[in-house]
């Protein structure tokens, strides 16, 4: 039973838990950059050098036969991969790159001034109250 206890442990903690949503996060960002470079970015590149799709780029190791299918090396949906791949990358350079500078920025902000030592307040209560007329 205890290895169930110590699993369940594991499991509940926050850096698993935060992994977890982070992995989910990251699957559906992978998604969104993936149709990003495939229906916005390659479609309007293909055009400027040809009207050439990325995709469709490949070479043909071996012809169709009869009951073969073609045997195609497809460089194409590599190199959009790749381009996926640098966005992606330079995506979450931009995000450690906010998130440093936000460190700073708080590291740099001025700490609080120091509290005034005890006989600094008593006197400054004495004052006030010789003001009052007390």
Known sequence: MGFV??????????????????LIVG??????VSSLVGDVLMP??????????????AIT???ATDGAPAVNLRYGAFLQTIVDFMIVAF?????????NTLKRRKEAAPAAPPAPPQEVTLLSEIRDLLKQGR
């Open 91 to 99: 995506a979450i350079f931009l995000v450690v790159k906010g998130m």
């Open 44 to 57: 309007p590149l293909g055009l400027l050098i040809g009207g050439v799709n990325f995709t469709d780029l």
């Open 5 to 22: 206890k110590e699993f369940k442990e594991f499991a509940m903690r926050g850096n698993v838990v935060d992994l977890a949503i982070g």
């Open 61 to 63: 190791l071996r012809a």
């Open 27 to 32: 699957a559906a960002f992978g998604k969104v």
